[in-house]
């Protein structure tokens, strides 16, 4: 009775969807892209495997479920060579991600609308050999009618916070038949593998997190380092990154920074020290005398770009973009913006510390396992719930320290930087956690292949 009402209100809301996506298409055009895949009509074919080899469904919603998508990916296409892939994607980001991982022969399509007669005509226009649904993705409509049409369909990397799981249990009539549905579920860690479990999610395996399988581009880590020469290092001005940034954290974090240069003003007005230089081409800018600091956001959103760096400038601060930088090294200016996709580890590798985002605000934290690949000490505020283990262990291990709030975070910054044995013990030390929790990617793959009835599953 629930899922029939379920199905109706998903039926019913499909004007409202469509309504939304012409909304989102004004700031983002992708939204506009083929919207009508979004309700199971397809101009693309389905993809033909060879030899043999299974085609695998992976739904990655956004960017950073696309990302993990790409780790696992690449380890399906080792051990089965002539696997072809079916990708949906729920977001423009996603989406546009997405696409650096197709192969001749694959698909890429919108996630269907969860409404029965979108998701069967997706499953018979497509009829893939297994789905998997990355990290949270549990769809109650898409799940039933593929167990219906027997399409084995996983959850793969799956984490599961406390907040979401109480949020499942109000929904419990809807939410645990589509959990118990699943026909597997890899948890990243024990305590994602128990709250999964209570909703009755069939766990079959604590595999880690794929995203330690990563591997930083070395192209993108020599750039970034080249920056530091050039517009850091070389001018003795250190890197403070507020990484992956949410709404809400980049007008904070201004208001600290330039709570710390008005202080460090008035400090060299009392002291009477020449000011001279300190400020090379500041204009009129507010940045702290020498030897300073350089301030970087690199907001998670790209349709946000505009909008934190108007912010930069409504707070009185000169701002650099990256989008102007080409080929050069970074001009000098109070604030540099990252306002460019794909190149984190270049981001990562410029920086000397990194302040998490979405740790800051109420928003459960980013991934720090990027940050930590490349080196990266990060200082995280108190909300990381979305990323609790990871976040525990980064800390436990000395790759990031914990902090209540912004203003102590920049503070944690600059004790690094005025310590720089504890900064290189630091960045030494998230390497070693990086590396110490890789594996994931080979034993999920081998799980989905067995799923498929491709490949055991043992390694």
Not at 373 to 383: D, Q, R, S
């Amino acid at each position: 009775m629930i899922r029939a009402l379920y199905s109706l209100a998903t039926w019913l809301a499909q004007p409202l969807l469509r309504r939304k996506l012409r909304r989102r298409g004004q700031a983002e055009p992708g939204y506009l892209l083929a919207v009508e895949e979004r309700f199971g009509h397809y101009a693309v074919a389905r993809p033909l495997p060879e030899g043999g080899a299974p085609l695998v469904w992976l739904h990655a919603v956004s960017l950073g479920e696309t990302r993990a998508a790409a780790i696992l990916l690449a380890e399906l296409r080792r051990l089965q060579p002539g696997l072809r892939l079916l990708l949906t994607h729920g977001t423009a980001t996603g989406r546009e991600e997405g696409g650096k991982l197709l192969q001749p022969g694959d698909a890429q399509v919108w996630q269907p609308w969860d409404s029965p007669a979108v998701v069967r005509r997706f499953l018979r226009h497509f009829r893939p050999d297994v789905g998997v649904l990355m990290e949270t993705e549990v769809w109650p409509g898409l799940i039933h009618e593929a167990a219906a049409a027997g399409v084995p369909l996983a959850l793969a990397n799956a984490r599961l916070s406390e907040r979401s799981r109480r949020g499942a249990e109000r929904f419990g009539v809807l939410m645990k038949p589509a959990y118990a549905a699943l026909a597997a579920a890899w948890a990243q860690t024990e305590a994602d593998a128990a709250r999964l479990t209570s909703l009755g999610a069939p766990v079959t395996g604590v595999f880690g997190n794929l995203k330690f399988d990563a591997r930083p581009d070395p192209a993108l880590l020599a750039r970034g380092r080249a920056w530091r020469q050039a517009a850091g290092g070389a001018a003795g001005r250190p890197v403070v990154m507020l990484a992956s940034s949410r709404e809400g954290e980049e007008a904070e974090f201004l208001k600290q920074i330039r709570a710390l240069a008005q202080a460090q003003r008035a400090q060299a007005a009392t002291d009477s020290v020449a000011n001279d230089g300190a400020n090379r081409g500041a204009g009129d800018g507010i940045s702290a005398p020498s030897p300073g600091i350089q301030w970087l956001i690199v907001p998670r959103h790209p349709q946000r770009f505009d909008e934190v760096a108007a912010l930069v400038a409504g707070a009185g601060f000169t701002l650099s973009r990256r989008s102007g930088w080409g080929d050069a090294s970074p001009p000098w200016a109070d604030v540099w913006l990252g306002d460019s996709l794909g190149e984190m580890a270049a981001y990562y590798a410029l920086a000397d510390v990194a302040l998490l985002g979405g740790s800051f605000a109420q928003l459960g934290g980013q991934n720090l396992i990027e940050a930590a690949a490349c080196a990266c000490p990060v200082v995280m505020g108190p909300h990381t719930f979305n990323f609790a283990q990871a976040a525990q262990m980064a800390e436990a291990a000395g790759a990031a320290r914990r902090v209540a709030d912004m203003a102590e975070g920049l503070a944690a910054a600059q004790a690094l930087l005025a310590d720089p044995p504890a900064l290189a013990g630091m960045a030494d030390a998230a390497l070693g956690f990086a590396s110490a929790h890789r594996g994931a990617a080979e034993r999920t793959a081998r799980a989905v292949l067995a799923l498929a009835g491709r490949e055991p599953a043992a390694a």
